[in-house]
Structures are given as structure tokens and as C-alpha cells.
């Protein structure tokens, strides 16, 4: 089982942050990442699940049209930047098939720190806007181990989309 974390592109500054759209740059970043080194397999998954906030609905949808994808898109409970990591690493571990998750930090990042098993949360990875990582879980959770083990496979920032 793999999934596939991915950080919100450029959003525009302001206020309700909730319904921050992109930015033109934002925009580019995700046609860029859909056709690049970041090329998202989105065959291997049922659905682009994204949280709420606009930037992360904006990003799963102009990825769908960059990729000619006809994926559903799912807003997932607790994708948003304050929510509970925990709560979807249990989700990951339990999951038989394939995700592709679209979010924010510091979620993410923690996220991916938490399912890696590196000391220090969302400040042990460096997740930036538009970039893209994938995970592999290699072993079922267990009583010691609650969202299984996971590997990094790759991950692609995006200046390297290009």
C-alpha cells in the first residue's frame, strides 16, 4: 500500500484563511507537477482526497484536469493544517489500498515525520508548497508499531518539476 502526500500549491496571502485560492505561480505549480518529474500515478488510486480549505480543493482539481484523470474528490476529515496527524496515520495503517492525500502543513509534514519514524514532528521534513511524496507501508501495524512501518519511495520538490 502507498500513499502519496501533497502539499497545497501558492495560495494567495489574506484572510478567512479557509478561502485562500491560488495564486497564477500555484496554478503553474500543479500543471508543472502533473506533467514533470513529480507525476502523480493517479491510476494506482480510487480518489484525490483533499481537506476543505480551498487552496487544497483548487489543487486536487486543477490535478485532475492536468492529469485527464476522471478520479472522484473527497474532502477527507482532518486533512486541514491544524488537524489530528494521528488520526489519519491510524487511517493509513488500517487502509488496503492506495491514497493520495492533498494537505497542509504542518499536517502533513508531521504526518510523513510520524509514519517514518523521525523524532521531531513536523519540523523533521521540510515539506514545501506543490511538493510531492510518496510512502510505502512495509509492514501492517502492529501493537508496537500502530500506523505499521512505512518507507520514503521519493520525493519531489517542486523546483524540480519542471
Known amino acids: 500500500?502507498?500513499?502519496?502526500?501533497?502539499?497545497?500549491?501558492?495560495?494567495?496571502?489574506?484572510?478567512?484563511?479557509?478561502?485562500?485560492?491560488?495564486?497564477?505561480?500555484?496554478?503553474?505549480?500543479?500543471?508543472?507537477?502533473?506533467?514533470?518529474?513529480?507525476?502523480?500515478?493517479?491510476?494506482?488510486?480510487?480518489?484525490?482526497e483533499h481537506s476543505p480549505l480551498v487552496r487544497a480543493v483548487r489543487t486536487a482539481q486543477l490535478l485532475r484536469l492536468a492529469t485527464g484523470s476522471g478520479l472522484p474528490?473527497?474532502?477527507?476529515?482532518?486533512?486541514e493544517p491544524e488537524g489530528d496527524w494521528q488520526r489519519t496515520a491510524l487511517q493509513l495503517g488500517k487502509s488496503r489500498r492506495s491514497r493520495l492525500l492533498v494537505g497542509h502543513n504542518p499536517h502533513l509534514a508531521a504526518l510523513a515525520a510520524c509514519l517514518l519514524g523521525l523524532p521531531g514532528g513536523d519540523q523533521a521534513i521540510r515539506f514545501?508548497?506543490?511538493?510531492?511524496?510518496?510512502?510505502?507501508?512495509?509492514?501492517?501495524?502492529?501493537?508496537?508499531r500502530p500506523y505499521g512501518t512505512w518507507s520514503l519511495l521519493w520525493m519531489v520538490p517542486?523546483?524540480?518539476?519542471?
Do not use: N
Open 1 to 48: 500500500m502507498r500513499v502519496f502526500l501533497l502539499r497545497h500549491a501558492e495560495a494567495v496571502p489574506g484572510l478567512p484563511d479557509a478561502t485562500r485560492d491560488l495564486t497564477p505561480r500555484g496554478q503553474r505549480q500543479v500543471a508543472e507537477l502533473a506533467k514533470g518529474a513529480g507525476r502523480v500515478p493517479v491510476e494506482v488510486v480510487s480518489a484525490i
Open 73 to 79: 474528490l473527497k474532502v477527507l476529515a482532518g486533512l
Open 128 to 144: 514545501r508548497k506543490a511538493g510531492l511524496m510518496a510512502l510505502e507501508r512495509t509492514a501492517k501495524p502492529s501493537r508496537l
Open 158 to 162: 517542486p523546483d524540480l518539476t519542471k
